[in-house]
């Protein structure tokens, strides 16, 4: 993974799409709202797209990674 300090991530949100970076993402996560995940990741300096694989598996909030963590296949990083 890059370093995450440098990586920005857009958080899909029902009322409306948040730009946080890597870290605050990292730290804090969904929370109880099973409905925000990341859209895009970003570099925070120049604004160029990235992958979303910088983002480590399960940082995501996908469907499929809170399936993972419901059945214990993952551990949840929050």
Not at 9 to 25: I, S
Not at 27 to 38: A, E, M, Y
Not at 42 to 66: C, H, I, Q, W
């Amino acid at each position: 993974m890059s370093n995450p300090s440098g990586i920005l991530v857009v958080v899909a949100h029902p009322y409306g799409d948040l730009v946080v970076p890597l870290e605050t993402w990292m730290r804090t996560g969904p929370g109880p709202r099973t409905l925000v995940q990341l859209r895009a990741a970003k570099d925070a300096a120049t604004g160029e797209p990235l992958p979303l694989s910088v983002v480590p598996f399960g940082y995501r909030n996908t469907d499929f990674e809170r399936f993972l963590i419901r059945w214990r296949i993952l551990r949840s990083p929050w």
